[in-house]
């Protein structure tokens, strides 16, 4: 008798799935790798050694609390060896295809024999990224048509991990071959990677650029209606709360006001491209996979990134 283990990127996921009518044992992946610094080693010490000192940095997650909720649930993946059939649920944005790359190369490294699978949110409605946007019913019918992943995936999945990884996003951008694999929402999610880099145009990246155009345009009432706009308009990122708040705490010198929501002269300026404000928002100390952001640009003429 074969037996399923359910691997998702998120709590309240894990929920919903376990409403369903599907048999196995659920693991909950939590992490949020589109931010910070990774590592290629998916696991090891050193991996969750960055992962810890970024989280308690930028989110202040005590040493506990990543113990309890991200290494307890790794030791459980860790331990779960019997399984035969692995069935990944990640939804379609950057946050959960950045996760999915990393656990299929956990996975390469440390099941060899299961057979993996990936669930796919394939609706077609505007904005719909995470599978939690789906009924129970198509849930049902997503998981019946699960796509099994062959080798060539598996390494494809591992190798886009490596680079993802390096130091060099050049690298990530010349990767074309995305539909010769059972990925169809990867290559979205590295296109929206690649326009986390700061800009030529103003030093501010694409997520930053349409904060800013948010409150100009459609000119919010409030620092909360703001993040709610942001939010909405920005799914494919599939960023929370928390990340976006960092993102506006990060632009506030360019806001005079946040009730209502009004920029600065020199923000209205930077979001017209009449001047920059790379040199003051340049830190040395953000990554973006294995990146460091600030060594890049993007050209949003030519789509291509730029070392500085």
């Not at 719909?128 to 049902?140: G, V, Y």
């Not at 993802?164 to 990925?183: A, G, H, R, T």
């Amino acid at each position: 008798m074969s037996s399923q283990l359910h691997i998702t990127n998120g709590d309240n996921f894990t929920k919903k799935l376990k409403s369903l009518p599907i048999k196995g044992e659920i693991i909950t992946w939590r992490e949020m790798l589109c931010e910070g610094q990774t590592l290629n080693n998916v696991g090891s010490e050193s991996f969750w050694k960055t992962r810890f000192e970024f989280l308690n940095k930028n989110y202040k997650v005590s040493k506990s609390t990543f113990i309890e909720k991200t290494l307890k649930e790794y030791r459980s993946l860790c331990n779960h060896k019997k399984q035969d059939q692995i069935v990944l649920w990640f939804g379609n944005d950057l946050f959960c295809q950045i996760n999915l790359l990393a656990v299929v190369s956990w996975l390469k490294n440390h099941r060899k024999n299961a057979e993996i699978s990936i669930v796919c949110n394939n609706s077609n409605a505007k904005n719909s990224f995470e599978l939690s946007d789906l009924s129970a019913e198509k849930l049902q019918q997503s998981y019946e048509k699960r796509v099994i992943l062959n080798q060539d995936d598996i390494e494809f999945a591992d190798y886009t991990w490596q680079l993802y990884c390096s130091d060099n996003p050049i690298i990530l951008e010349n990767v074309m071959d995305y539909k010769k694999y059972n990925f169809q929402h990867l290559s979205g999610a590295i296109e929206s990677h690649l326009k986390r880099f700061p800009s030529i145009k103003n030093g501010l990246n694409s997520i930053e650029n349409n904060l800013l155009h948010i409150a100009t345009t459609e000119k919010p009432i409030s620092k909360k209606q703001l993040l709610e706009i942001t939010l909405n308009s920005q799914k494919k990122y599939g960023f929370g709360d928390l990340q976006q708040e960092k993102i506006i705490t990060s632009l506030k010198p360019l806001f005079s006001s946040f009730d209502p929501v009004k920029l600065t002269k020199k923000g209205r300026e930077i979001l017209e491209g009449k001047t920059s404000y790379y040199s003051t928002i340049r830190n040395n100390n953000i990554y973006l996979g294995g990146a460091l952001k600030y060594n890049f640009l993007y050209n949003t003429n030519s789509n291509r990134i730029l070392k500085l």
